[in-house]
Each structure stands twice: as structure tokens, then as C-alpha cells.
């Protein structure tokens, strides 16, 4: 069964600071991998998305994530967080066919301090 | 504008009170499915439809309903609401099934609190 781990319940960093979000996934092929963000009170928003060709992807609001089969892994990353980065931090898995199902982590939430 | 809107954004009730929350989505998707998000759980996939009146079970199905009458519109049902399924829940649609499956876009979410 198809299963992300993302294992930091909570980062703080300061405004400006770089920022590494992590997620390790396990699956039983070549993933399908997402990361989406949800600001307070708000749904949930893609940043970016990998399904094939080049591993490092770029996304919305100046994040990228790269993905590292040998290592099970798809980071997040950002060189430079702005308050308005705080929110809270989904990856998900999947899915493939015959398993029509996007799997989450359980979310790391953001704090960006001034 | 490309959207999923659920209605309504919140709702208290009470234990036994059947409710439905609806969903629509005016991107023509063919997958659409519900989630429920609770703290230190993420998104738990409660219900999923591949099509019109195509449906079946994700994780946490036990205690709701859902039917796929029409593409645009896939409902949530809790036929006798419990404390236990107090929670956020979000609708998502998407184009395409498996190796034709694009991003999901989920709707604003419906904040349920069941007393």
C-alpha cells in the first residue's frame, strides 16, 4: 500500500531564511508526487507536481522540489521564505491505476518568525 | 473561473440529523472524491467516483454516502451524523483516471461539528 511520511509535525524559521520540508513515500512504482499547501481557512492549493522527466520541479510562489528515487524522498524547498509562506504543508502519493487514490502525509505546518 | 464549491463552509448539527454537504465542479472532471482532514491524521479519502454512478469506498467510508447522479455534482451524505465524524472535509476533482490523472483541486472545505 501506498504511504508518505512527512516527518516534522512543525518548523519554524526566520523570515528570509531557506527552508527544507521533508517527505519520504512509499509506493510500488514510479510515483506520482504533489505537494499542496493550505493557508488558514483556505483549501488546498498545489505548489508543484512530479510524474516523470526531470527530477528537480519547479512550482508556484518560488518553491521547487526534487525527487530522489534512491533515496524514497520528494523535499521541499525554498531559498527564501516570506511571512506569507506560513501555512500548512501536504505531500502526497498516487495514484495509479487501479488505485485511484491520492494518499497525503499528515501535514507539517509552517511558522515563519519576523 | 475553474472551481470546486462546496457547500455549506460550516455546519453544526446534531447526532442523528441527516445532512448533506454538497459539491460541484464546472471543470468537466471525470474523478471526484471526498476527504476528511482531522489534526495529526492529514486527508483521509472518505468516498471516490471514477464517473456517473461509478463510486467506491476509500479509507474511511463507514458512516457516509455519496452518489454521482450527474459529472459536475458528487454529494457527501451522513445519514445519522455522530460527534466522531466532527471534522473539515474537502471535495477534489480531477481530469483522468491512473496513468491519465492530473492534479486534484479541492474545494474550500465544509467545517462539520456534529453536538
Known amino acids: 500500500a501506498q504511504s508518505v511520511t512527512q516527518p516534522d509535525i512543525h518548523i519554524t524559521v526566520s523570515e528570509g531564511a531557506s527552508l527544507e520540508l521533508r517527505c519520504n513515500y512509499s509506493y510500488g512504482a514510479t510515483p506520482y508526487l504533489f505537494w499542496y499547501v493550505q493557508s488558514p481557512g483556505q483549501g488546498l492549493q498545489l505548489l508543484l507536481k512530479?510524474?516523470?522527466?526531470?527530477?528537480l520541479v519547479q512550482g508556484i510562489k518560488g518553491f521547487e522540489a526534487e525527487f530522489k528515487r534512491s533515496q524514497s524522498s520528494f523535499n521541499l524547498r525554498k531559498p527564501s521564505v516570506h511571512w506569507s509562506d506560513a501555512a500548512e504543508y501536504f505531500c502526497a502519493v498516487g495514484p495509479s491505476f487501479g488505485n485511484e487514490k491520492l494518499t497525503f502525509g499528515t501535514g507539517t505546518r509552517l511558522t515563519i518568525i519576523p | 473561473e475553474a472551481q470546486v464549491t462546496q457547500n455549506p463552509r460550516y455546519l453544526i448539527t446534531v447526532t442523528g440529523k441527516k445532512l448533506t454537504v454538497t459539491c460541484s465542479q464546472n471543470m468537466n472532471h471525470e474523478y471526484m472524491s471526498w476527504y476528511r482532514q482531522d489534526p495529526g491524521l492529514g486527508l483521509r479519502q472518505i468516498y471516490y467516483s471514477m464517473n456517473v454512478e461509478v463510486t467506491d469506498k476509500g479509507d474511511v467510508p463507514e458512516g457516509y454516502k455519496v452518489s454521482r447522479k450527474e459529472k459536475r455534482n458528487f454529494p457527501l451524505i451522513l445519514e445519522s451524523p455522530s460527534p466522531n465524524q466532527t471534522s473539515l472535509y474537502f471535495c477534489a476533482s480531477s481530469l483522468g483516471q491512473g496513468a491519465f490523472w492530473t492534479e486534484a483541486f479541492f474545494g474550500q472545505g465544509t467545517r462539520l461539528t456534529v453536538v
Open positions: 512530479y510524474f516523470s522527466g526531470d527530477t
